[in-house]
């Protein structure tokens, strides 16, 4: 993810608003055009985000003991990131009720990494509206 958000710093994909004239944080990019304008920087802010949170979420889940915490906790961490910066870009591209089809997918990823933390955090046996959850979970697991 890190390799291809750099890639479309590159490229002129993913590109952030531009910005006035003189403004310190902004960045020199490429647009879908060819042509470079001062804009705020999206994608190195993004490969920056991703590289800081998710090596820092990696040392600090380490030690964890419980099988599958870890993943749901990584992805979670990931896919929060990417929601984010889904919403930064303005590039065009194709939208449903106003918002980009990439933030739709960002949402539903990290609808799902939110029930997968839940469920690894043993949280279900507290919420009795998501144990149908669990219930589905050990079957399918017992099956395999």
Known sequence: SLATWLACLLEGSAYGIAVPQGTWWGMRVLDETGIYSLRSPVQPLAA?????????????????????????????????????????????????????????????????AILSTIRFLNWIKRMPSLRWFKKRTISESKAL
């Open 48 to 112: 920056f985000s991703l590289l800081v949170f998710l090596g820092l979420a990696e040392l600090l889940l380490r030690k964890t003991s419980r099988p599958g915490l870890r993943a749901s906790l990584l992805l979670l961490v990931f896919c929060l990131d990417m929601l984010l910066f889904t919403f930064m870009r303005a590039d065009p591209a194709q939208s449903w009720l106003g918002i980009r089809i990439e933030s739709w997918a960002a949402l539903i990823y990290t609808f799902a």
